[in-house]
């Protein structure tokens, strides 16, 4: 099946991927979610993410309509009650669209966050986007998935930042 991959980061690729469960959910890394994007004529296509993309922490990919999806994204055709190929004209479409990744305009440093959850705190490793802009949920970005000790989400905030260190 003839699809586009998208990655965090580098820019998207045409592959050519054997339409299986096991393999989507191994590009992706974990369970799938579907997501319609476009619909032309006949011709539709749709993205497949990871479902606890969020969840889980994953590095944001793009940004699509107001949301930011996470992790790898497949896009792919539909055929009957099946996904396909990938239409051409739908490739010039994704490659336009998906140039406006999410970039860090002015990324503020890593911290952690506690969230009460069923009565037990978790931390969360987040960090402001653009720190000249107002703290809300779209201008966050957060790493590692929940953690439950305060010092191992401390840890990550540690590294993360003497990674962003090392870049400068």
């Known amino acids: 099946m003839k699809v586009v991959i998208k990655k965090p980061g580098p820019d998207p690729e045409r592959k050519e991927i054997e339409n299986k469960l096991d393999v989507l959910q191994e590009i992706v890394g974990g369970l799938i979610e579907h997501v319609n994007i476009y619909k032309q004529g006949e011709e539709w296509f749709g993205m497949l993410c990871n479902e606890e993309g969020k969840l889980l922490g994953l590095q944001p990919n793009f940004i699509l ?7 790898t994204v497949v896009f792919v055709g539909h055929e009957e009650d099946d996904f396909g190929d990938l239409p051409e004209d739908a490739y010039e479409l994704l490659m336009d669209r998906t140039k ?4 860090n305009k002015n990324p503020g440093e890593w ?8 009565g037990k705190t978790f931390y969360q490793v987040y960090r402001i986007r653009d720190i000249d802009a107002v703290d809300h949920s779209g201008n966050r970005e957060t790493r590692g998935g929940l953690y439950e000790s ?3 989400a401390e840890r990550l905030a540690d590294t993360l930042n003497a990674e962003e260190r090392g870049r400068k």
């Open 65 to 71: 309509y107001t949301d930011t999806i996470r992790g």
């Open 111 to 118: 911290k952690v966050s506690s969230n009460p959850i069923g």
């Open 150 to 152: 305060r010092l191992d």
């Open 100 to 103: 406006y990744r999410l970039k």
